[in-house]
């Protein structure tokens, strides 16, 4: 067990839709990273936060969107979905703020199906 | 750009032999690297990491991997795999996004492990 809690574990949705994807950090980790696991694209780098501040972001698309809350948890919104959006989305959090490579520790993952 | 390279999709091996799974990368300075485990149905779990120093580092359930530098390797090796070693492993190189002040892992597209009783 990481430290870090996704929810939900599954979600089924239809194309059009909007999802909110949940993430808590392991206790005392200010940095929250989301990435996206696919069979095509492996897993990419979507976006960072540090202590509620947007970081860095790698390949987001613009239907994507998140934030991180003052009680450091974070959530993945994902909207007009499509059935390539279908994945599994993973949280990992650190205590880095990004500076230093510190590891990255992740949660279980949500996965996504879009039908 | 940074990038990773696991050759080899799939590995089976037979229980009690030894495994080597192989990494290259691509980043234009000192890399961070690390090795991560995911079991099916799981998260990633981190089994090693290389920031700097010795170029051998030691992680859990038994694995290691060495950092050559030369041949921009960080391979992954266990000198006898158990059965609950099967899972799908993946290599990352954290570096600077633009910029300078940023930094991220970059994957691999990961290697899947079959181990044979």
């Known amino acids: 067990d990481s430290g870090v809690t996704q929810t939900p574990k599954h979600l089924i949705t239809a194309t059009g839709q909007r999802v909110t994807l949940r993430c808590s950090p392991r206790?005392?980790?200010?940095?929250v990273y989301w990435y996206q696991q696919s069979l095509d694209q492996g897993l990419q780098f979507l976006i960072q936060?540090?202590?509620?501040?947007?970081?860095a972001k790698g390949n987001i698309l613009e239907r994507f969107s998140a934030q991180q809350f003052p009680d450091l948890h974070s959530e993945l919104n994902l909207s007009s979905l499509e059935l390539g959006d279908s994945a599994l989305y993973f949280c990992?959090?650190?205590?880095?703020?990004?500076?230093?490579?510190?590891?990255?520790?992740f949660g279980p993952g949500t996965r996504l199906t879009v039908t | 750009a940074q990038s990773v390279t696991q050759p080899d999709i799939h590995i089976t091996v037979s229980e009690g032999a030894s495994l080597e799974l192989r990494c290259n990368y691509s980043?234009?300075?000192?890399?961070?690297l690390f090795w991560y485990v995911q079991s099916p149905g799981q998260g990633l779990q981190l089994l090693l990491k290389?920031?700097?120093?010795?170029?051998l580092v030691q992680g859990i359930k038994g694995f290691e991997a060495e950092f050559k530098r030369s041949q921009s390797s960080f391979n992954l090796r266990k000198p006898s795999v158990h059965w609950s070693d099967a899972a799908e492993y993946f290599c990352?190189?954290?570096?600077?996004?633009?910029?300078?002040?940023?930094?991220?892992?970059?994957f691999g597209k990961g290697t899947l492990l079959t181990v044979n009783p």
């Open positions: 980043y234009g300075a000192t890399p961070y």
């Open positions: 290389y920031f700097s120093g010795d170029t």
């Open positions: 990352a190189v954290g570096g600077e996004l633009g910029g300078g002040s940023n930094y991220k892992l970059t």
């Open positions: 206790s005392g980790d200010l940095s």
């Open positions: 990992a959090s650190s205590s880095s703020p990004s500076l230093t490579p510190y590891e990255q520790y």
């Open positions: 936060y540090y202590n509620g501040e947007e970081r």
